[in-house]
């Protein structure tokens, strides 16, 4: 496809929105790109809105793993096929906040096997690039703590613990891919300089 497919992982609380805030604002004012598209996931398609109802209403982490599953392949299917790969076929570069890396992590923290997640996905598109932003569980809970009064569904720190582990192991499990870990833990401006070198690369 002619543009390029950017996506943006991590533990809520990683910086995964203001990296990708300060991605647009870089490449719309210092390169020749003139369309580029901010979208995430879970979408607010139909579906989305409904894994959206449950990530605010739930509790138990560990409660509707097969139907979290279900939920999240339907909405990615539909976000590739209406948003995604149109904008890639217009060259435009679409940065997404989430895609399927989450699913293999935070599904697997769940109980479901990482080899399902992974086979489900096989046809699925692979990004060009996929930044994971890396925060130890400590402060990935205090910027929670300090940006919400609610917790969504997955915000505890056991659970969250276990989700990081999944993401550091994504890199090995999915040689093929192009998975960088990010060291999320400095400033603002050190963590956009890693994240803009990573970019920099593929859109060369």
Not at 39 to 64: A, F, H, M, N
Not at 129 to 135: A, E, H, M
Request: hydrophobic share 40%; glycine share 4%; net charge positive.
């Amino acid at each position: 496809m002619a543009g390029k497919f950017i996506v943006f992982e991590g533990l809520d609380g990683c910086g995964k929105g203001t990296m990708l805030s300060l991605t647009a604002k870089w490449l719309f004012s210092s390169t020749n790109y003139d369309k580029i598209l901010l979208t995430r996931e879970p979408t607010y398609s139909g579906t989305g809105r409904q894994i959206r109802r449950i990530l605010r209403s739930d509790r138990d982490p560990l409660d509707k793993a097969k139907l979290m599953l279900t939920l999240y392949l339907e909405d990615r299917k539909e976000h590739l096929e209406k948003v995604i790969k149109p904008a890639l076929q217009i060259g435009s570069i679409v940065l997404c906040d989430r895609y399927k890396y989450s699913t293999m992590c935070y599904q697997h923290a769940q109980g479901i096997p990482l080899e399902k997640t992974i086979a489900l996905h096989e046809k699925m598109l692979v990004p060009d690039l996929t930044l994971i932003l890396d925060v130890d569980v400590n402060t990935a809970w205090q910027r929670i703590n300090a940006d919400r009064k609610v917790k969504e569904k997955f915000e505890s720190e056991a659970f969250l613990e276990e989700i990081r582990q999944n993401y550091l192991r994504l890199p090995a499990l999915l040689p093929k891919e192009n998975i960088k870990i990010i060291d999320a833990s400095g400033s603002i401006d050190e963590t956009f300089a890693k994240v803009k070198r990573e970019i920099s690369k593929v859109l060369k």
